[in-house]
């Protein structure tokens, strides 16, 4: 199998560059072999994880969207010519295959106004692997989110307050699926603990007084929309950092 050190040699080196043609397209050759074994590699690395943690009692879901976030960024930060698109999409796809390999993770969709463009903006942020199913009611959702391994994807409307069930629940709202407009279109959900969710903006549920004392304190929240009692707040990228 190929080493990583001779990988890395072969790519930066510009004396190892062919002059020709077919010499261009064995090295890529070689190089797409290089890849797939390493591929291999961080697959096999995963199940491993996966088994060291066979024991974990925690009841959260082996996703972890905070790690992914992180690896994500730091690559994009090392990339020379690949664009930042270019490795978003990669590694997407690659943890979510990982995902998969540690323990199968499904996804369930919840959206009567535009299901396809829900499900192809969810495929985007959490990539391709896993299998999709669509459920008729955001209770449902939740539900099956609450018991098995599972992500949801739930549609967000102004007029239907399915969040409500989030203020007493295991399940933590852990990332936002916005048009390019910014407009929210959607809440994704799971057993996540809450430090492995990815910084950036957060909804949290709150009382009305609740939310006054907050914002006495100086935090920063959005009431984006209200049930009784009940507002569903989107915290600022520094409230959701503390």
Not at 23 to 51: N, V
Not at 176 to 204: F, K, N, T, W
Not at 225 to 233: D, F, I, V, Y
Request: proline share 5%.
């Amino acid at each position: 199998m190929p080493q990583t050190l001779g990988l890395a040699r072969l790519v930066r080196e510009p004396s190892s560059v062919p002059s020709d043609l077919e010499g261009l397209r064995a090295q890529i050759d070689h190089l797409d072999h290089s890849l797939l074994d390493l591929i291999e590699q961080r697959l096999s690395a995963c199940i491993a994880i996966a088994a060291l943690k066979a024991n974990d009692a925690s009841g959260t879901l082996k996703f972890r969207p905070r790690r992914e976030t992180e690896i994500i960024g730091r690559l994009v930060g090392r990339a020379d010519r690949a664009s930042p698109q270019l490795v978003t999409h990669v590694w997407r796809e690659l943890m979510a295959h990982c995902l998969q390999a540690q323990a199968r993770t499904d996804l369930v969709l919840c959206a009567s106004r535009s299901p396809h463009g829900l499900k192809e903006r969810v495929r985007e942020r959490l990539g391709r692997a896993a299998n999709a199913q669509w459920v008729a009611t955001p209770a449902e959702a939740l539900d099956i989110a609450r018991q098995r391994e599972v992500v949801a994807a739930i549609e967000y409307s102004p007029l239907d307050p399915w969040w409500t069930a989030l203020r007493r629940s295991d399940l933590t709202a852990f990332d936002l699926i916005r048009e390019e407009s910014g407009r929210l279109v959607a809440i994704i959900v799971g057993r996540v603990g809450r430090d492995d969710v990815a910084e950036g903006p957060q909804l949290r549920v709150l009382t009305e007084g609740e939310l006054e004392i907050r914002r006495a304190r100086g935090e920063t929240l959005e009431p984006i929309s209200a049930n009784g009692e009940l507002r569903l707040c989107l915290t600022s990228q520094e409230e959701a950092s503390r």
